[in-house]
C-alpha cells in the first residue's frame, strides 16, 4: 500500500525504517503543514518496503511518502 501526502507538507520526521515491521495505526511519519504537525498513520499491518523522502523534503499533495507491503 502506498502512503501519499494529503496536503501541501514539509517532513518533519520518519519514525520507521526499511524492513520494519508495523501494525495498524503506526504513526509512520510526521508531515508538517501551516505550522500544525500531522502525524502520517498506517492504515494496515505490513513492513515498511520503501521510503521515498527524507526529513527536510517538501512534498505536493498526492505525492508517495513511503510503502507498506
Given at each position: 500500500?502506498?502512503?501519499?501526502?494529503?496536503?501541501?507538507?514539509?517532513?518533519?520526521?520518519?519514525?520507521?525504517?526499511?524492513?520494519?515491521?508495523i501494525?495498524?495505526?503506526?504513526?509512520?511519519a510526521?508531515?508538517?503543514?501551516?505550522?500544525?504537525?500531522?502525524?502520517?498513520?498506517?492504515?494496515?499491518?505490513?513492513?515498511?518496503?520503501?521510503?521515498?523522502?527524507?526529513?527536510?523534503?517538501?512534498?505536493?499533495?498526492?505525492?508517495?511518502?513511503?510503502?507498506?507491503?
Open positions: 500500500m502506498e502512503l501519499k501526502s494529503k496536503m501541501p507538507s514539509k517532513v518533519e520526521a520518519i519514525n520507521v525504517a526499511v524492513g520494519d515491521a501494525t495498524k495505526g503506526t504513526a509512520v510526521v508531515l508538517e503543514a501551516m505550522k500544525m504537525k500531522n502525524p502520517l498513520v498506517s492504515p494496515v499491518d505490513g513492513t515498511i518496503k520503501s521510503i521515498a523522502v527524507a526529513v527536510g523534503d517538501r512534498v505536493k499533495p498526492g505525492a508517495l511518502i513511503m510503502v507498506v507491503e
